[in-house]
Every structure is written in structure tokens, then in C-alpha cells.
């Protein structure tokens, strides 16, 4: 019987931070983790894929958080995105440095020396608007860039499992909604495995 895998809905959250901003947000204070429970100690026996079945799920928000790949990826767009918040931190600062001239030069400035500094402001002014657009635009093409090439990446591998286990479908656990499932329907730790070993370039001899 031929395997069908249900099409995967790759709306990525990359884990890839927040898109370009013109302010990195403080980090808030990280809460100190709570003790364990004394039954965490004794780890849970994995749960069995249930004989006989035909219909399994995976959850792609994990797969994209845990992988290599979605890790890569992540970076790469978290590195963009600094990058991008640093060059328009200069420019801001650039323009209050102009806007701290002109507002306490007052009278002493001349008319054409506080004339090209209003000119200087509304420059970099414009500057830092068309500034912030090009970089939200280039981080989110980066990010449906490798999305694109995520997804290309992933779903043979899925094809590949749902065929060794004669899977009918493979649901995304977050898209299709589901509410509850025998968690040994839950591939996601397998692709995961399988998905890393196809991705990873294997060490040069």
C-alpha cells in the first residue's frame, strides 16, 4: 500500500527570535528553577508505537527548536537580526548627537549653520525609516529562505518513517489540532534523530 504523509504545515516558528526591532528588549530576570520532585529522579520508561497502527504525529515547533538544522537556522537569523539592531543603534545615536546640536546651539548658531543641521536631522531621520524597512524586509527573507530549505530537508525524512512504519498519516500535532493521542504515536523524538543524521555532515577523513 502506498504511504501517504499528510502535508506538513511548515509555518516555522524558527525559533528565531523576535523579527528585526528598532530596540533590543531587556531580558527579564531568569527565576531560579524549582527542585525536581524526588519522582523525576527514576526517568519515565519511552512510549511504544502501538502495534498495528497507522497513523502517527509529529510536533514541528519541536523538531524546528531541537534539531541541528532548526538550531543552525535559528542562529543564523538571531545573527542577522543583532547585526541589524547594532547599525541602526549608531544611526540613532548619530541622530540625537544632531538633534542635542541643534536644540542647545539656540541662538548662537547661525541661520545657515542651524539650517544644514535641520537638514542633517530630517536626513537621518529618513534614513533610519528606510534603514529599519530594508532590514525587517531582508530578516524575514532569510528566515522564509531557510524555512523553504528546512522543509525541503525535512519531509523525506518523514516520508522515510512513515514508509518503515506503513503509516496511512503523519499529522502535525499543532496544526491538525489534536487534543490528545497515545504518546506512542508521538514521532517527533524519531525524525528528530533520523533528521540530524541526514543533515550532518559526516567528519573528513
Known sequence: MKT??????LGLALAAGPAFAQAQAPKPAT??????????????PAPVFPQGAKVAFINIQRIAGESSEGKASTSRVKALNDKKVAELSDKQKALQASQQKL??????????????????????????QRF???????????QQELQKDFQAKLVPVINAVAAEMSLHLVFSQVDSGIVWGD????????????FDAATTKAPAK
Not at 4 to 9: D, L
Open 31 to 44: 527565576p531560579a528553577p524549582a527542585p525536581a520532585p524526588a519522582a523525576a529522579a527514576q526517568a519515565a
Open 4 to 9: 501517504v504523509v499528510a502535508p506538513v504545515a
Open 103 to 128: 536644540q542647545q546651539g539656540g541662538a548662537v548658531l547661525s541661520d545657515q549653520a542651524r539650517g544644514q543641521l535641520e537638514k542633517e536631522v530630517e536626513r537621518l531621520q529618513v534614513d533610519i
Open 132 to 142: 529599519t524597512q530594508d532590514a525587517q524586509a531582508e530578516v524575514q527573507e532569510l
Open 183 to 194: 504518546p506512542g504515536l508521538d514521532l517527533t523524538g524519531e525524525v528528530i534523530r533520523r
